[in-house]
């Protein structure tokens, strides 16, 4: 049994099958009411999950493909949920149907060069009529840090400013809108963001502090003047 307990005093307990070591139910509580969360699971010969019950009392099961990955998983609405992996594991298709018909299905496209995800296709489906519409794209500098995203509309690029130790400290949306940050040891000391009204752009900005250990203590709003607001 593994016990985990938040600061608000909740935990979950994880009991587990002292025989195979495989979780067995999971239960929330906070010493005066008890949840259950999942139990009743059951596994494959290789230990992967075949079902399990929700709180709710639903069943969710699980089928593997050859090469025993969860690649279907059955909702307790009777709604499958089907994946194709690549040799990487990497998801290249995803189908969710009901019954015999289809609802809806994905498509990820990865780069030859960086084997990044560059595309996400997605079909329209109606009635026996499909249609297909890039859902995201995705644009990588040379050392595989992300540096674009465009959504389903072809003007919609957000585009991202990557810092020498691949954090992203700028990021520009479809909108014009800017927003930055300052990092000091891999935390932000400072962020600002700059929106596009209709006769000027609004800036807002933050001033963080951190204690020795990290943790965050004071946070000072930034007016437009650039000097720490007013309390």
């Known amino acids: ?93 995803r189908i969710t149907s009901f019954g015999n018909k289809a609802l809806s299905r994905e498509e990820f496209v990865y780069s030859k060069e960086q084997q990044k995800l560059e595309v996400e296709k997605v079909w329209q489906i109606s009635g026996n009529q499909s249609k297909v519409l890039e859902k995201s794209r995705y644009l990588y500098d040379a050392a595989g840090n992300l540096i674009g995203k465009r959504g389903v509309r072809k003007d919609s690029w957000q585009y991202f400013l990557i810092d020498g130790c691949g954090n992203t400290v700028a990021a520009v949306d479809p909108e014009g809108d800017i927003s930055v940050k300052l990092l000091r040891f891999g935390k932000p000391v400072y962020t600002a963001s700059f929106m596009k009204g209709k006769n000027q752009t609004l800036f807002t900005g933050m001033l963080l502090a951190y204690d020795f250990a990290g943790r965050l203590i004071k946070n000072t709003p930034v007016n437009s003047n650039k000097k720490p607001a007013d309390a």
């Not at 025989?19 to 969360?37: E, H, N, P």
């Not at 596994?43 to 050859?66: H, M, N, W």
């Not at 990955?69 to 909702?75: K, S």
């Open 1 to 93: 049994m593994k016990k985990i307990t938040s600061p608000s005093g909740v935990s979950r307990i994880d009991e587990y099958d002292l025989a195979t070591g495989y979780l067995k139910s999971q239960t929330l509580t906070d010493g005066k009411q008890t949840q259950i969360l999942n139990s009743g699971y059951q596994y494959y010969p290789g230990g992967k999950i075949k079902s399990y019950v929700d709180q709710f009392g639903g069943t969710y099961t699980y089928d593997l493909d050859g090469f025993g990955r969860a690649v279907t998983v059955t909702n307790p609405r009777g709604v499958k949920t089907q994946k194709s992996l690549d040799g990487l594991d990497r998801e290249t298709a």
